[in-house]
């Protein structure tokens, strides 16, 4: 019996020592990038260096009446206003790891962190 229980610490020792290694390696390869790319529709459209502070307005829709406000601040991109019904954009964290995005569903816009920059 006592020998049943040892084998089950040793199963769950096992497990979490697998668990703090996952966690470990996902957060080790989360790495600053240096470019944020946006895309519309699918399209790549502009792209912007991380570390340089401004802002830009994405216009979209087919009479220019969708608008989001990405800013780009302190090596962080962010959506500061946007005129989406859900607004799931404007209240996301800010992002600047390479491969995180912001996305706006209503408006087809994606923000996305790059290490590597694309052609404008
Ligand atoms: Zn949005």
Redesign the pocket.
């Known amino acids: 019996m006592k020998r049943k229980f040892k084998n089950d610490l040793r199963l769950i020792g096992g497990i979490l020592l697998v668990a703090i290694i996952c966690f470990i390696l996902f957060f080790a390869t989360l790495e600053p990038g240096d470019f944020v790319q946006i895309s519309v529709n699918g399209k790549a459209i502009k792209s912007f260096d991380l570390n340089k502070n401004t802002e830009f307005e994405i216009v979209t829709g087919e009479n220019d009446e969708q608008i ?1 406000l990405l800013v780009i601040e302190n090596g962080y991109a962010f ?1 500061k206003s ?1 005129n ?1 019904p ?5 209240h996301h964290i800010k992002i600047k790891n390479s491969g995180e995005t912001i996305v ?4 087809k816009v994606v923000i996305s962190i790059e290490s590597v920059q694309y052609e404008n």
């Open positions: 989001n959506i946007a989406c859900d607004k799931i954009c404007e706006c569903l209503p408006h």
